[in-house]
């Protein structure tokens, strides 16, 4: 793959297909690269700026790919927590499906609620949440707004 300013990573597990969709709009119209990494195949859509990164089948094997091949510049999509604080700490611009952008200001206490949570439903204090389904437009346009003001702020650079 050609050398470019930086790339879009995405945490393919987990991250909703219109999701990628949208991302792989926004890397067409402006030549960007995007890495899907995941743990088994995710379809996409076949193109020289897209990449599929099968990781092997262990815990955190794709997050740790990603971790360790990501650059300062590159903007990574992930809902997980710890994989986006690890970015964070390395300066990497993460953020989640929803648009919500993770930086140093609010990574620790998003991470510490969430491991409140965890440690909660461990000890039979709550139930095992489900995550909810609802994934729409409204959810759509505040990545797709996310996403947009982040790669401008990249493309000013």
Request: glycine share 2%; charged share 30%.
């Amino acid at each position: 793959m050609k050398d470019f300013p930086f790339c879009i990573w995405i945490d393919a597990d987990s991250c909703p297909v219109q999701v990628r969709d949208l991302t792989v709009r926004f890397a067409l119209r402006l030549n960007i690269p995007v890495k899907f990494v995941a743990n088994h195949n995710i379809p996409f859509r076949k193109n020289n700026l897209f990449e599929m990164i099968i990781c092997d089948n262990e815990k955190d094997a794709a997050d740790d790919y990603i971790v360790d091949n990501s650059k300062i510049n590159d903007i990574v999509i992930t809902r997980d927590i710890p994989l986006a604080s690890r970015l964070v700490d390395k300066k990497i611009c993460v953020l989640n499906d929803r648009g919500y952008v993770f930086t140093e200001t609010n990574i620790a206490e998003k991470l510490a609620s969430r491991n409140l949570n965890y440690m909660l439903i461990e000890n039979g204090y709550f139930p095992e949440i489900k995550r909810s389904g609802t994934f729409g437009k409204k959810e759509l346009n505040l990545f797709a707004n996310s996403l947009d003001r982040e790669l401008q702020k990249k493309l000013k650079n």
